[in-house]
């Protein structure tokens, strides 16, 4: 596979001189300043690529261009913002960027309760707790009917942590939950914004009746309008998971599983229709068998992102470590199946110092960098193994 890593433009602490001397080979980046919806220029988009080779790198991956909601769920201003897309992609293609990573899920990106949870060594990582996620669901944003969603376990520890709860602890769950591991992913909320959880119920609104079979429908509309542009630039689609793979808060999410990804691509029986095959993603639902999904859809997979995560009996995860043996088999696979391929790490712990330096959620430098050097280990290594 090729080395990649997620870098977050020109402003990033962690510099292109930095990665080229820890291994990576390939960029993962986007056009972080131009607003969801809105055309990416050729010449924008050349300036970006000009100044990773610069630095003796290559703009491999585009992660992401954002779908607009109102691409989503079907707004009036689809066709309009389905075109924009469509410029964009042909500037990328014009400048020879070829792998695009997006998503399909409705107004939450990737969803997290806890980014500093303490492990034992003294390191931290991104934590997901059941108990705080309903919590919030039920008694910040106070959607309708929502302690439908839970069973009575978890809504025991609801209860639990309603008689300890205190503001700052409830303002800890906004900001991490719709905030903080949202802006810098071109999420729809971002830290400038006075009252996200208002903001946050009113785009929930927008899915009113848009059930996962309307949402399917939306994305193989859209699939369908942009292959003639991937067709003709070669470009390979992606799109990532959801995280966690499962319907949450009242939203239908429909990339959370093995039919799940039969149908997507099936819908669109296109090659450059394809998957992010993120085992971190997938393994936060407890019904994925990582290692089978990366052998059944390594042909239709354009990048991986490497990481995967322990789901508790009680319905939490965590992250797991870069040598669990789940991830040593799915990069195997890759390895063998799809040596090409970019790969980048990804939701690392802080360590080290990183803590201090206030990089985005989930994208530390030392704790990327060691998992870096643990899944290349992993690489070498099936070399060297007969088949
Ligand atoms: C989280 C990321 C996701 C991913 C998007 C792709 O760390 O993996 O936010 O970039 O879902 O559109």
């Given at each position: 596979m090729e080395k990649t890593w997620r870098w977050f433009g020109p402003n990033d602490k962690i510099t292109l001189e930095m990665?080229?001397?820890?291994?990576?080979?390939?960029?993962?980046?986007?056009?972080?300043?131009?607003?969801?919806?809105?055309?990416?220029?050729?010449?924008?988009?050349?300036?970006?690529?000009?100044?990773?080779?610069?630095?003796?790198?290559?703009?491999?991956?585009v992660e992401s261009l954002p779908v607009s909601e109102s691409i989503k769920y079907g707004g009036e201003d689809r066709d309009q913002l389905i075109e924009n897309y469509k410029e964009s992609l042909r500037n990328l293609g014009k400048a020879g960027v070829r792998t695009v990573c997006y998503n399909f899920m409705p107004v939450l990106d990737w969803a997290r309760t806890d980014l500093e949870y303490p492990n034992p060594d003294g390191t931290s990582n991104l934590y997901f707790n059941l108990g705080e996620f309903a919590y919030f669901d039920i008694h910040i944003l106070g959607r309708k009917d929502a302690a439908r969603d839970y069973d009575e376990v978890t809504l025991a520890r609801v209860d639990e942590l309603r008689k300890v709860m205190t503001p700052e602890g409830e303002k800890r769950l906004v900001d991490n939950i719709i905030v903080k591991t949202q802006g810098f992913v071109n999420g729809n909320i971002s830290e400038n914004d006075l009252d996200p959880v208002q903001k946050f119920r009113d785009l929930l609104a927008l899915y009113d009746g848009i059930d996962a079979d309307k949402l399917r429908e939306n994305m193989a509309y859209f699939l369908n309008a942009i292959m003639p542009v991937c067709r003709e630039y070669d470009i390979n689609m992606c799109v990532h998971p959801d995280d966690p793979p499962r319907p949450i808060l009242g939203l239908p999410r429909i990339v959370t599983c093995d039919a799940d990804i039969r149908a997507f691509l099936d819908a669109v029986p296109d090659p450059h229709n394809g998957l992010t095959f993120c085992a971190g993603s997938l393994s936060a639902g407890a019904h994925?068998?990582?290692?089978?999904?990366?052998?059944?859809?390594?042909?239709?997979?354009?990048?991986?992102?490497?990481?995967?995560?322990?789901?508790?009996?009680?319905?939490?995860?965590?992250?797991?470590?870069?040598?669990?043996?789940?991830?040593?088999?799915?990069?195997?696979?890759?390895?063998?199946?799809?040596?090409?391929?970019?790969?980048r790490v990804d939701h690392a712990p802080l360590m080290l110092g990183d803590e201090k330096m206030g990089y985005n959620a989930g994208y530390s430098f030392h704790g990327r960098m060691l998992a870096l050097g643990m899944v290349s280990g992993i690489m070498a290594t099936v070399h060297t193994e007969k088949i």
């Amino acid at each position: 596979m090729e080395k990649t890593w997620r870098w977050f433009g020109p402003n990033d602490k962690i510099t292109l001189e930095m990665l080229r001397q820890i291994g990576v080979e390939g960029i993962v980046t986007a056009l972080h300043r131009i607003p969801n919806g809105e055309v990416w220029s050729l010449d924008e988009v050349n300036r970006m690529k000009d100044f990773i080779e610069a630095a003796g790198l290559r703009w491999s991956v585009v992660e992401s261009l954002p779908v607009s909601e109102s691409i989503k769920y079907g707004g009036e201003d689809r066709d309009q913002l389905i075109e924009n897309y469509k410029e964009s992609l042909r500037n990328l293609g014009k400048a020879g960027v070829r792998t695009v990573c997006y998503n399909f899920m409705p107004v939450l990106d990737w969803a997290r309760t806890d980014l500093e949870y303490p492990n034992p060594d003294g390191t931290s990582n991104l934590y997901f707790n059941l108990g705080e996620f309903a919590y919030f669901d039920i008694h910040i944003l106070g959607r309708k009917d929502a302690a439908r969603d839970y069973d009575e376990v978890t809504l025991a520890r609801v209860d639990e942590l309603r008689k300890v709860m205190t503001p700052e602890g409830e303002k800890r769950l906004v900001d991490n939950i719709i905030v903080k591991t949202q802006g810098f992913v071109n999420g729809n909320i971002s830290e400038n914004d006075l009252d996200p959880v208002q903001k946050f119920r009113d785009l929930l609104a927008l899915y009113d009746g848009i059930d996962a079979d309307k949402l399917r429908e939306n994305m193989a509309y859209f699939l369908n309008a942009i292959m003639p542009v991937c067709r003709e630039y070669d470009i390979n689609m992606c799109v990532h998971p959801d995280d966690p793979p499962r319907p949450i808060l009242g939203l239908p999410r429909i990339v959370t599983c093995d039919a799940d990804i039969r149908a997507f691509l099936d819908a669109v029986p296109d090659p450059h229709n394809g998957l992010t095959f993120c085992a971190g993603s997938l393994s936060a639902g407890a019904h994925n068998d990582i290692p089978a999904l990366a052998r059944k859809y390594a042909s239709r997979t354009h990048f991986v992102h490497a990481r995967i995560c322990n789901v508790l009996p009680n319905g939490d995860f965590k992250e797991s470590t870069h040598l669990d043996p789940r991830l040593i088999d799915v990069v195997r696979t890759f390895e063998r199946e799809r040596p090409g391929v970019p790969m980048r790490v990804d939701h690392a712990p802080l360590m080290l110092g990183d803590e201090k330096m206030g990089y985005n959620a989930g994208y530390s430098f030392h704790g990327r960098m060691l998992a870096l050097g643990m899944v290349s280990g992993i690489m070498a290594t099936v070399h060297t193994e007969k088949i």
